[in-house]
Structures are given as structure tokens and as C-alpha cells.
């Protein structure tokens, strides 16, 4: 059955009593995760079990025995299952009946064709709930950047407004990333038209962010590739720097809960700011590769180097590549 997504978070109550099974498909991917986080996860359960769809097809005999197994049910859970496709179909068919009051499953998956089994099947079955996310508008891409400048206390015009949402290519995602990148290295709260100009989906080829997981992950070879594609601009090396500063005190925050809590999945679920699903894997990898010692080490090492950087701005470039060398060569960093 289709419903349309201010429908069902009008009126969650009512749905979550009438549904057991959702599908959450489309293009907007930021507004699907936003949907899950703030609204659906709060109001079905803090037991929440994270799948890939791989991951089910993989051991589908486990995840069958899971859901006949009844001691699965003696509390409300809330199963989670990225990326489906229709090779899940089957599976979907013959099982989706054990969804119940204390179970609830979420499939998401970006974007279904209509000729798609699985998309067919939800839209059919009256015991299903399907929900498409279609590309956000201009209004509500406009009213989410000016929700943002507000809560941080930015001043900025309609018309610059504007102009980041088209920087941003009217897309949720590009445009949340570019609200992170102002606000971070920003220091000014009135942001004018040559700041935008400068700080937003700027010339530089490759991205900052993809460059810093993968230093955090220890990948040289991608690294490599990633830094061959740089430009040598003292105005990106010191966002890097911004950035990679705000992803080590995330990855230390993480790290001290997982050290007390051991549930690693469970803590990246209820992590706030909310981790996109699509992140996850990289951060289990990067908790994996650093040690809370290695974290605060480096900490210190970034505030150090960007002052070296503001000083030396020629040699800026050579500066984070050779920290970025030694962060990945190194195996101990302290």
C-alpha cells in the first residue's frame, strides 16, 4: 500500500498500530534517514538490529531462525535492512508475516523501478506499507538551509540562500554537507556572497571527507590516488584540517561509550548527531584501526599543524601531505 511520507508521519500512532513492514525507497536518500532517525526509531523501539541486505542473503538460514525463534520476541525490536533490491524478494514474500506488534522492519533501498518485484509487491499488499521519497523541492531546500542559519545564529539573505542551495546542485545530502563545511570553518556570523563563493563546492577535485576516512582507516593506496588529484590551495588544507578535527572528536566519543557499553552497532544507532547508515561500515573500520590513545594523539597533532599551516600557507600543501603520510605509515602513533 502506498502511502505518501507527510501522511504517515502525521499520523505515526495510527500506522505503526495498522503496519508491521515498511519500504523506504527514492532518490532522497537525507530525508529517508532523517524520517528513521527522528520519528520512526524513537517511536518503535531501542532495540534496533542493523542489516545489509548481503549480509541476510548471506546467512538467510540464521536470520529464518531468528524470526521464528520466540525468545527473538519477548521485547519490541526494530530491524533494519539497507540496501534491498529485488534479490530479496523471495525472501520478503515468504516471510514478511512474521512482522507483529513487537517487530518492526524497515527495508530501505535508494531508488526501485516500476517494473521492480519487490516495489510491485508492496504496493499491492494491504498489509504492507511502502513509502516513496521523491527529490526535495526548492521551498523545502530553501526552508532547511534557513531552519539551519537560524538554530546557529547566521545571518545570511534569501538571495545567498539560494545561491548555496544551487551550489549544492538541489540535493539534500550536497547541501547538509555544505551547511557542515560553513559553519565549521566559518567564523564570521554574517555570511555574505564572496564567502559562499569561496567556501562552498569549491574547485578542488576530489573530496575532503573521503580523503580524511580513508587516512583514518590507514588506506595508502587510495590515499594516493585521492592526493594525486589535490589541488594545493592553503584555504582547502586548512578545512581538511577543520574536518578532520570534528571526525576525531566524533570517532573519541564513540570510542569512550563503545569501551562501556561493548555494543558497537547499538552505540553507532543512538550516536548523535545521527551517522548515516551509508557511514557506518567506514567508521566501524576507522574504531577498528585507532585506539582511544592513537585518537587523542592526533587530536593534538591537527590543532598543532593548523597553526604550522596558518604560518607557513606557501608550504601548506606539503605540510598535511607529509602528516597525512606518517598518520597512515605509522602503526603506533604515540
Not at 515498511?22 to 532517525?37: M, R
Not at 533501498?109 to 499488499?125: A, D, P, T, V
Not at 606539503?318 to 602513533?333: A, D, G, M, W, Y
Request: net charge positive; glycine share 2%.
Amino acid at each position: 500500500m502506498i502511502i505518501k511520507y507527510f501522511e504517515i508521519k502525521k499520523n505515526l500512532k495510527l500506522f505503526k498500530k495498522k503496519f508491521h513492514i515498511y519500504l523506504l525507497y527514492g532518490v532522497n536518500i537525507g530525508l529517508i534517514e532523517k524520517f528513521i532517525q527522528e520519528d520512526l526509531k524513537k517511536n518503535f523501539s531501542k532495540n534496533i538490529f542493523n542489516y545489509t541486505e548481503n549480509e541476510i542473503l548471506n546467512n538467510v538460514n540464521i536470520f529464518r531462525e531468528n524470526l521464528l525463534n520466540k525468545s527473538f520476541f519477548e521485547e519490541d525490536k526494530l530491524i533494519i535492512i539497507n540496501q534491498v533490491t529485488d534479490k530479496m524478494f523471495d525472501l520478503i514474500k515468504e516471510n514478511y508475516i512474521f512482522g507483529s506488534e513487537n517487530l518492526k522492519i524497515i527495508l530501505k533501498s535508494e531508488n526501485l523501478e516500476k517494473k521492480s518485484k519487490i516495489r510491485g509487491f508492496f504496493e499491492k499488499n494491504k498489509e504492507l506499507a511502502i513509502v516513496p521519497f521523491y527529490e526535495d523541492t526548492d521551498e523545502t531546500l530553501f526552508t532547511l538551509a534557513e531552519n539551519f542559519f537560524q538554530k546557529n545564529q547566521f545571518k545570511i539573505s534569501s538571495e545567498n540562500l539560494n545561491l548555496i542551495i544551487e551550489k549544492s546542485k538541489k540535493n539534500r545530502l550536497n547541501l547538509l554537507n555544505e551547511l557542515e563545511k560553513i559553519s565549521v570553518l566559518n567564523k564570521k556570523k554574517t555570511i555574505t556572497f564572496d564567502q559562499i563563493i569561496k567556501l562552498v563546492n569549491s574547485s578542488k577535485k576530489t573530496d575532503s571527507s573521503e580523503l580524511i576516512n580513508e587516512c583514518l582507516t590507514k588506506n595508502k593506496k587510495k590515499i594516493i590516488n585521492i592526493l594525486n588529484e589535490s589541488l594545493s590551495q592553503s584555504d582547502e588544507n586548512i578545512l581538511i584540517l577543520k574536518l578532520f578535527l570534528k571526525k576525531l572528536k566524533n570517532l573519541k566519543r564513540l570510542k569512550e561509550v563503545i569501551n562501556t557499553k561493548k555494543n558497537t552497532d547499538q552505540v553507532l544507532d543512538n550516536f548523535k548527531p545521527p551517522i548515516f547508515w551509508k557511514d557506518k561500515s567506514i567508521i566501524k573500520k576507522q574504531l577498528n584501526t585507532l585506539s582511544l590513545k592513537e585518537i587523542n594523539f592526533l587530536i593534538k597533532d591537527v590543532n598543532r599543524l593548523e597553526l604550522i599551516i596558518k604560518k607557513n600557507p606557501n608550504n601548506s600543501y606539503q605540510i598535511l601531505n607529509n602528516f597525512i603520510f606518517e598518520t597512515v605509515s605509522t602503526n603506533n602513533l604515540v
